[in-house]
C-alpha cells in the first residue's frame, strides 16, 4: 500500500462548564449514596488525619486503619469534596498514590485546614 495515512479531524466541541459541573454534581450524589456506613466512617477518617496537621491521601486512611476499602473506588471524591466545603480539609498538592493497586498513579494529598484544627484542639 502506497497511499498516504488519513488521519480524521476532530469535530468542535462545545464545552459547557454549567452541565459538566452538574454532571459531576449529579454523580457525586449518586456515588455517595452506595455506603451510608462507609461514608460516615471515611468522614470521620478525614477528620482525624486533618487533626494531625500533615499533608495526606486517601490511601492513608486505610493504612492507619481508620477506613475500610470503600464499595468502588469514586467513593472517595465526594467524602473529600464534603470535608473541602465544610472547611475539615484543603487540597495542598498531587502526588503518586501510596498504594501499589492503583500503580502510584496521581492522587490529590490533603491536610486539615486552619481553622478546622484551631476549633478541633
Same mark, same amino acid.
Given at each position: ?13 462545545? +464545552? ?16 455517595? *449514596? ?7 466512617? =471515611? ?31 469514586? =467513593? ?30 496521581? =492522587?490529590? *494529598?490533603? +491536610? ?10
Amino acid at each position: 500500500m502506497s497511499g498516504q495515512l488519513q488521519i480524521s479531524t476532530p469535530t468542535a466541541t462545545v +464545552i459547557d462548564p454549567i452541565a459538566g459541573e452538574a454532571a459531576k454534581e449529579a454523580g457525586t450524589k449518586r456515588i455517595g *449514596q452506595l455506603d451510608p456506613k462507609w461514608a460516615a466512617q =471515611c468522614d470521620d477518617a478525614i477528620e482525624t488525619m486533618a487533626r494531625r496537621g500533615i499533608p495526606f491521601q486517601a490511601a492513608d486512611l486505610i493504612r492507619e486503619n481508620l477506613v475500610g476499602e470503600p464499595p468502588h473506588p469514586n =467513593c472517595w471524591g465526594p467524602r473529600f469534596i464534603k470535608a473541602s466545603k465544610r472547611g475539615v480539609v484543603e487540597h495542598v498538592n498531587f502526588g503518586s498514590s501510596n498504594r501499589a493497586t492503583v500503580h502510584r498513579s496521581i =492522587c490529590h *494529598q490533603w +491536610i486539615g485546614t486552619e481553622a478546622y484544627r484551631s476549633a478541633a484542639a
